[in-house]
T-cell receptor, first 114, second 111 residues
């Protein structure tokens, strides 16, 4: 059984460019989460989707960040325009509705904004 | 909101010895406490969890204990091996979707 899939695994871009991160949750999982991990701030929840609907986006740092979930098997996190301080590892996680707090993480995307 | 504190921040143990990591939480409504292991450059992996209706749970060499009265929970690793070297995160949840993570403990197992 495949776990959470993320792409790309590494992204290097220049300040001002648009970045799109992709996630495929575990099949059958109804909840999807985007996290950001940095040394300074640890793991931060950016946004939470349930049944493809954004439920909590209070962690999205600013309007430059947006996330979508057009169907149950795909989600994107977009940063436009990107800034050096966005450099971090971005994780996607998923869980079942009945156990939304039992979250399984993808391999992450390491983003570097120059 | 929930505040989870984790100690120690770093832990070095001799192979074969035990390792203990402790976490405290602030919200008495929290009822789910997972532990994640993150190896260098890898994803956080759920290794064990406990819900508030039990006080202890074991899985081979790892165990978690929970004291709801004192609002703290601990991870115990026995007979440590080099592959146990990683960063370990505790977390707490009120049974909804939001996990509050501790700052992490870097465990180094010396051969």
């Amino acid at each position: 059984d495949a776990g959470v899939i993320q792409s790309p695994r590494h992204e290097v871009t220049e300040m001002g460019q648009e970045v799109t991160l992709r996630c495929k949750p575990i099949s059958g999982h109804n909840s999807l989460f985007w996290y950001r991990q940095t040394m300074m701030r640890g793991l931060e929840l950016l946004i939470y989707f349930n049944n493809n609907v954004p439920i909590d986006d209070s962690g999205m740092p600013e309007d430059r960040f947006s996330a979508k979930m057009p169907n149950a098997s795909f989600s994107t996190l977009k940063i436009q325009p990107s800034e050096p301080r966005d450099s971090a590892v971005y994780f996607c996680a998923s869980s079942l509705n009945g156990r939304r707090d039992e979250q399984f993480f993808g391999p992450g995307t390491r983003l570097t904004v120059l | 909101g929930e505040n989870v504190e984790q100690h120690p921040s770093t832990l070095s143990v001799q192979e074969g010895d035990s390792a203990v990591i402790k976490c405290t939480y602030s919200d008495s409504a929290s009822n789910y406490f997972p532990w994640y292991k993150q190896e260098l450059g890898k994803r956080p992996q759920l290794i064990i969890d406990i819900r508030s209706n039990v006080g202890e749970k074991k899985d081979q060499r790892i165990a978690v204990t929970l004291n709801k009265t004192a609002k703290h929970f601990s991870l115990h690793i026995t007979e440590t091996q080099p592959e146990d070297s990683a960063v370990y995160f505790c977390a707490a949840s009120q049974g909804d979707y939001k996990l509050s993570f501790g700052a992490g403990t870097t465990v180094t197992v010396r051969a």
